[in-house]
């Protein structure tokens, strides 16, 4: 019996049937502006290989001033064809079948020759765009399907021409960002989508799949109403679309959609208000990450096919473990952010905090070992777990020690926090892997040389421990670190001033202002957020009520700036506004004199303050544990050292995988 019947079932679109009904959403690598092809080929055929029916591209630039930035990947060219070629082919190669997606960032793209309906500019752009004269229009128009023409020749299987998110085409569709008061103003400019539509599926004719990305949740004021909405869905698939495929919010939207506090599958509820109004399929898209939760909004009739995107970078094989009956062998998305879009928007290789191999497969092959040895890894952590692992995977034989009883280290309390619940799978799944792969692990007990005498190659994996901040009055009774906290150890009184506000100054607050988590109730998420249907306001958008915190608590940090500067490029301001919301006071610049009972004693600009606590925790940051490293040294013993134990920082679970995979691929 399929474990997964409606996930794993064919759909037919009428010139084609696809294997099952999960696309893999469109993410930009990095790669596509890269010299290296091959290496995107590799990219995408690990992913064909591992059985997803459709893989849709990074976005394409259908002309030079509709790409994401200057110089980002387009399809100009005889030799851009040439070179997609080497990519179609590899999937093809693999068994899977690909769309290019078309990309138009109208005014979100970084460059001075931005272009848009109306010459409004975008919050995230310092460019106002150039507003587009009917003509200019009608250019952009056939650029498009000129661009799917040539996604044809160069042996694509389909296109998804992008329609949402505030790009181009999503940026007629509302006074947002629509003045026009022409044949393209409003609400004329309805007809547009269907418009681009019926040209693409001329260039392209009738046996090529043709999916139209709408926006079904604009997320910013003035965003389009339900009717709206309906009315270019009717548009598009009268005009010949395959697929109609849902985005959901604006890149400017100050409502979070793909981060890991969104709860899963948390906007399956407005694509299925558009079943039954279409009778082409309709995806579900974002923080899809699990197959029970892609089955489950296929069972409920919520949507005919499911998009996933960064599961895919997690792991590859995602739909062969879940044909297989074994989806808890199947890495977790844990939806960070970190190693994939902070990249990308960084101008680096898009990779996954989870699974470093992802867009740097043909660099990390994972081969069997020439003389397989025995391995002894010192510290369950990630970096620790990751090692193990990937060392078992290739044959050899591998030992793990944990002073602790539980492997996880770090990871064990960063899945304590509300709207971290992800990392408890990806505990479990490290867990699995460590029992599947044979790793022999020793929990309870601190290794010591004699321990490590018969290994052939020691990895030390200690990880941190917290840095004593060294302020008079932190052994008073009222003060606890962020470890006694988080691990149950102590609890909290009604005040508390956080010492330290790095990530774990953030995650710490967040603790202790947080009853009932809203990541597992998306009715509780979508009113802490404001999230509405566009039948009853406009893009969605309603008043935010989040919840009463459960605490008074204040964040204070030395350093002068923004707190919360260090956190990730795309979350970091989720938290911010989170932590605005329950009423965290946020104080940079001062410097601590003494915790007194009353609280914490502190300078700021020049005067002399009380922060009232009944509880003080300390955040202040952490120090390798090197104890062990010292003692081989000693004893001239050779060693590797990864993760925390190598260089202490914040809980930064990503360099710490990526050390230990590396490792690992290169005993």
């Not at 681009?196 to 949740?217: C, E, H, K, Q, T």
């Not at 193990?388 to 034989?397: F, K």
């Amino acid at each position: 019996m399929i474990r997964f019947p409606h996930l794993l079932a064919p759909i037919d679109l009428g010139h084609v049937t696809l294997a099952n009904r999960v696309i893999m959403g469109s993410m930009h690598t990095g790669l596509e502006e890269g010299g290296d092809r091959g290496r995107l080929a590799a990219f995408y055929a690990e992913r064909a290989e591992g059985g997803v029916a459709l893989i849709v591209t990074g976005g394409i630039a259908p002309n030079p001033e509709g790409a994401v930035f200057g110089g980002a990947a387009g399809l100009f060219t005889p030799a851009d064809i040439a070179g997609h070629r080497v990519v179609t082919d590899a999937v093809h190669a693999a068994g899977g079948r690909i769309a290019m997606q078309i990309l138009h960032a109208g005014r979100y793209a970084l460059t001075p020759e931005a272009v848009a309906p109306s010459a409004i500019r975008a919050p995230i752009s310092p460019f106002t765009p150039r507003e587009l004269t009917p003509a200019d229009i009608d250019r952009q128009i056939d650029d498009i399907a000129t661009a799917a023409a040539r996604a044809r020749d160069a042996g694509y299987d389909g296109v998804e021409v992008m329609g949402s998110e505030g790009y181009f085409l999503n940026e007629f569709l509302t006074r947002h960002t629509n003045r026009r008061e022409d044949a393209h103003g409003l609400p004329a400019a309805l007809g547009l989508p269907a418009g681009v539509v019926a040209r693409v599926r001329r260039a392209v004719g009738p046996d090529f799949i043709v999916i139209y990305r709408l926006s079904l949740l604009d997320l910013v004021p003035e965003g389009q109403v339900w009717d709206d909405i309906l009315t270019v869905a009717h548009g598009v698939e009268g005009a010949g679309a395959s697929i109609i495929n849902t985005g959901i919010g604006w890149h400017e939207s100050r409502v979070p959609t793909i981060a890991t506090s969104v709860p899963r599958a948390a906007f399956s509820w407005i694509t299925a208000r558009l079943m039954g109004q279409v009778r082409v399929p309709v995806v579900a898209s974002n923080r899809i990450n699990t197959p029970e939760v892609a089955e489950g909004i296929l069972a409920r009739g919520e949507a005919d096919m499911v998009s996933m995107a960064r599961p895919f970078l997690a792991d590859p094989h995602f739909l062969r473990k879940a044909r297989a009956g074994r989806p808890e062998r199947i890495a977790p998305c844990i939806a960070c952010n970190q190693a994939c879009l902070d990249h990308t928007f960084a101008g680096k290789v898009a990779s996954c905090l989870v699974n470093p191999r992802a867009g740097h497969e043909s660099l990390l092959p994972v081969t069997p070992a020439t003389q397989p040895r025995s391995v002894a890894v010192v510290g369950a952590g990630p970096a620790g777990m990751a090692a193990a692992i990937t060392a078992a995977r290739r044959g050899h034989r591998v030992t793990l020690w944990e002073a602790g009883p539980r492997v996880g280290g770090q990871l064990l309390l960063a899945a304590q926090v509300p709207g971290k619940e992800e990392f408890r799978g990806l505990l479990d799944w490290f867990a699995t892997e460590l029992d599947e792969t044979g790793v022999t692990l020793r929990t309870g007990r601190t290794a010591g040389i004699a321990d490590l005498a018969d290994a052939d190659e020691v990895v030390v994996a200690t990880g941190v421990t917290p840095r004593d901040p060294g302020i008079a009055g932190q052994d008073l009774p009222h003060v606890a670190g962020y470890a006694d906290l988080l691990s149950g150890r102590i609890s909290a009184g009604a005040r508390v001033a956080v010492i330290g506000a790095g990530g774990i100054g953030f995650d710490v607050a967040q603790f202790l202002v947080t009853g009932a988590s809203p990541t597992l109730d998306p009715e509780l998420w979508r009113r802490e957020w404001g999230v509405t249907g566009p039948d009853l306001a406009p893009g969605g958008l309603t008043g935010p009520r989040p919840e009463p915190p459960l605490r008074a608590v204040t964040l204070l940090q030395r350093k002068p700036g923004k707190p919360g500067a260090s956190l990730g490029r795309t979350t970091g301001w989720i938290h911010r506004a989170t932590l605005r919301a329950k009423g965290v006071r946020m104080v940079a610049s001062i410097a601590y004199d003494r915790i007194v009972p009353e609280g914490v004693l502190v300078t700021r600009e020049g005067q002399a303050e009380l922060i009232p606590a009944e509880t003080v925790v300390l955040c202040a940051g952490q120090v390798s544990r090197r104890d062990l490293v010292a003692e081989l040294t000693r004893a001239g013993r050779g060693h590797h050292v990864i993760g925390g134990a190598d260089q202490a920082g914040e809980l930064d679970a990503k360099r710490a995988i990526d050390q230990g995979v590396r490792l690992a691929l290169g005993l």
